[in-house]
């Protein structure tokens, strides 16, 4: 699996986004992964069944996408996160509140190993053989959301790292997006104030694909699970959500989007593509 190695903020093959910081930090690392766009999923570790299914579902709707899935390989959210990305065959990038040599917690030292057997990468501030102490894991979280062109959050209490991730990556201009919830469910309080504050939210893994095409462009490997683009001659809307697989709402609403972000226009009931003249969020 590889041996520890340094990188400095001088050198090339360190993470552009990290430069971001205040104070890029040197970061040790194993593995590698390609140059693809990275996105971020984080959430809770007290964390529902629902938000598991979800977690599992963008990790893996993130690689057939082929973007890089981000996270911390806590349990939980995080750890779902990662797992639909490498079942998917996609790459991950794990950042630790410890050494990369020390896997915590260790009922994920499977994820772990399949991270670094695959195309992944593990990464942290600290040296090898530091253990996760309580307090390491809030700075950790600033390089997730840096790293990461965007941060989504599936589930989040009232406190909580998601949260901190959420607002590092706001503070670095990384847009936010976050799944709504029932409004007495703990584990949607936090994804709801964020939304009521801005966040995007994200009605699922094919809007989730549709609001990152937005910000970042079109997918590494395509435009996935029929979010393809709209033909020159145009299309009508009644025939959208068969094309986009989704509901006619859902359909309406990515239009709308789209309109927004200078991708289409209406023309009555004909919806016609337009060039990009303004995309949400840093890339």
């Given at each position: 699996?590889?041996?520890?190695?340094?990188?400095?903020?001088?050198?090339?093959?360190?993470?552009?986004?990290?430069?971001?910081?205040?104070?890029?930090?040197?970061?040790?690392v194993i593995?590698?992964?390609?140059?693809?766009?990275?996105?971020?999923?984080?959430?809770?570790?007290?964390?529902?069944?629902?938000?598991?299914g979800l977690?599992?579902?963008?990790?893996?709707?993130?690689?057939?996408?082929?973007?890089i899935t981000?996270?911390?390989?806590?349990?939980?959210?995080?750890?779902?996160?990662?797992?639909?990305?490498?079942?998917?065959?996609?790459?991950?990038?794990?950042?630790?509140?410890?050494?990369?040599?020390?896997?915590?917690?260790?009922?994920?030292?499977?994820?772990?190993?399949?991270?670094?057997?695959?195309?992944?990468?593990?990464?942290?501030?600290?040296?090898?053989?530091?253990?996760?102490?309580?307090?390491?894991?809030?700075?950790?979280?600033?390089?997730?959301?840096?790293?990461?062109?965007?941060?989504?959050?599936?589930?989040?209490?009232?406190?909580?790292?998601?949260?901190?991730?959420?607002?590092?990556?706001?503070?670095?201009?990384?847009?936010?997006?976050?799944?709504?919830?029932?409004?007495?469910?703990?584990?949607?309080?936090?994804?709801?104030?964020?939304?009521?504050?801005?966040?995007?939210?994200?009605?699922?893994?094919?809007?989730?694909?549709?609001?990152?095409?937005?910000?970042?462009?079109?997918?590494?490997?395509?435009?996935?699970?029929?979010?393809?683009?709209?033909?020159?001659?145009?299309?009508?809307?009644?025939?959208?959500?068969?094309?986009?697989?989704?509901?006619?709402?859902?359909?309406?609403?990515?239009?709308?989007?789209?309109?927004?972000?200078?991708?289409?226009?209406?023309?009555?009931?004909?919806?016609?593509?337009?060039?990009?003249?303004?995309?949400?969020?840093?890339?």
């Amino acid at each position: 699996m590889g041996e520890p190695f340094l990188i400095r903020p001088e050198d090339g093959s360190y993470p552009a986004g990290l430069r971001d910081l205040e104070a890029p930090p040197p970061l040790f690392v194993i593995g590698e992964t390609s140059a693809s766009p990275a996105v971020a999923l984080v959430g809770t570790r007290r964390c529902t069944s629902y938000g598991l299914g979800l977690a599992l579902a963008f990790g893996r709707a993130l690689a057939n996408a082929g973007w890089i899935t981000v996270s911390g390989l806590a349990r939980g959210i995080d750890a779902a996160a990662h797992r639909g990305c490498l079942d998917a065959g996609g790459e991950a990038v794990a950042v630790l509140g410890s050494g990369v040599d020390i896997v915590y917690p260790a009922e994920n030292r499977d994820l772990y190993q399949r991270i670094l057997q695959g195309h992944g990468m593990v990464i942290s501030e600290y040296p090898p053989g530091t253990r996760p102490d309580r307090w390491r894991f809030p700075a950790r979280n600033r390089l997730i959301a840096a790293i990461s062109s965007a941060v989504v959050v599936v589930e989040a209490g009232e406190k909580g790292g998601a949260l901190i991730t959420a607002r590092l990556g706001a503070e670095v201009g990384r847009p936010v997006l976050a799944v709504p919830g029932d409004i007495d469910r703990p584990a949607s309080i936090g994804c709801n104030r964020l939304i009521r504050d801005g966040a995007i939210p994200v009605l699922g893994p094919e809007d989730l694909i549709a609001e990152l095409e937005l910000m970042l462009g079109a997918p590494p490997r395509g435009s996935a699970g029929g979010n393809g683009i709209i033909p020159a001659s145009g299309v009508l809307i009644d025939d959208l959500p068969g094309i986009w697989r989704c509901t006619p709402a859902e359909a309406l609403a990515r239009v709308a989007r789209m309109e927004i972000a200078g991708q289409a226009r209406r023309d009555g009931d004909l919806v016609l593509p337009e060039p990009v003249t303004r995309v949400r969020g840093k890339t």
